[in-house]
């Protein structure tokens, strides 16, 4: 691909060499004079003297010294992600059903819908037109998939989710385990039924080995566009926004809410019914106490989790302390002396 043909895919303007080819991407360390590359930030354009990159996509105020070839665009992370789409497209598989699959009684399958090898459908199960299930794949009892979802091999859904257009579940991933419901008798845990549905929005993707619990009673959600990485785990009656981000290895226990737009760091640990509002940010590591509210726009860090500003203060006042103690030890041998002397 040449740079103007590049530049045009992206609607952008493009500068130096527009008959220059292309062949892939890289970083700006490992890119080369065939390769494009971009810059995101202060320390990348420093970066970006140095680079052999045969094109970058840079901002639109980015001063070109006038010896490369760029392409400006209004947000340099956001073009590059689409050209990579662009020189490294997924690879599609043929429609069809493997003589191995496994299709109950009454499934209902729209046009373009792969369903590979020992993957099994249930009764009354409804796949979208274009949807690839992937091998060993296990999809319960009236599962609904919208059109274009992508189940990675290995994925198990049980019986009555419900999972919007566009949906990607990446391998090893559980949707509708029942949720972690007990009560006490007689000094014995018994199981509380766990009768309730999972509802997935549309665009959203579950990283691996992530696990969405089915609710006790009524649904546990994750509304549109919401991301959750590998290892996350989603109790019984959740209810996730939209456009949410979370990484890995983060648990959120039963009835947690989490408003749209939200930003969840990794290794995370949320307490029952505890709400976490619009835009909120919890950075990684944090534990968020039962029924607590993390406000709108709200940063926060620590367990338990305060305002970033007083984690702050009290990660430096326990680095003073080995100082504090230092002194509180010379003023008791001064006050024993003190004490001798007199």
């Known amino acids: 691909m040449r740079v103007r043909e590049l530049a045009e895919w992206l609607g952008a303007t493009y500068e130096g060499d527009g008959e220059k080819d292309l062949t892939g991407a890289a970083t700006l360390e490992t890119a080369g004079s065939s390769e494009v590359s971009f810059v995101g930030s202060r320390k ?5 003297e140095s680079s052999a990159a045969g094109c ?110 566009g949906a990607i579940l990446h391998s090893g991933c559980v949707i509708g385990a029942d949720g972690f419901g007990y009560v006490m008798e007689h000094d014995r845990w018994h199981k509380f039924p766990q009768v309730g549905r999972v509802e997935i ?32 785990h989603v109790g019984h009656n959740c209810r996730i926004g939209r456009h949410v981000v979370v990484a890995a290895q983060t648990g959120f226990s039963g009835g947690v809410v989490v408003e749209d737009y939200a930003m969840i760091g990794g290794q995370v640990g949320i307490g029952d019914k505890a709400r976490i509002e619009t835009r909120a940010t919890l950075g990684s590591g944090c534990g968020v106490l039962n029924s607590k509210i993390v406000r709108s726009g709200e ?33 008791k041998r001064q006050l024993a002396s003190m004490k001798r002397s007199a």
């Open 201 to 232: 929005g549309d665009f959203v993707e579950i990283g691996a080995n992530a696990c969405v619990d089915r609710a006790a009673l009524g649904v546990t959600s994750i509304g549109e566009g919401t991301k959750l990485d590998n290892m996350v």
């Open 44 to 48: 990348a354009g420093i970066q970006a």
């Open 299 to 331: 940063i926060v860090w620590g367990t338990p989790a305060r305002p970033l500003k007083q984690h702050l203060e009290t990660l430096a006042n326990l680095a003073r302390l080995p100082d504090l103690r230092r002194e509180v030890a010379d003023l």
């Open 56 to 165: 970058l996509l840079v901002p639109l105020e980015w001063p070109n010294p006038g010896y490369r070839t760029v392409i400006r665009v209004p947000e340099a992370r956001t073009a590059f992600a689409r050209t990579l789409s662009r020189f490294y497209p997924t690879a599609e598989l043929q429609p069809g059903v493997h003589p191995t699959a496994v299709l109950g009684k009454n499934v209902e399958m729209g046009a373009l819908v792969y369903v590979g090898p020992h993957a099994v459908v249930g009764d009354g199960a409804r796949i979208g037109v274009a949807c690839s299930i992937g091998a060993g794949c296990s999809i319960g009892k009236r599962v609904v998939l919208g059109e274009g979802c992508i189940l990675h091999p290995n994925v198990t859904v049980y019986d009555n989710v419900d999972i919007g257009r």
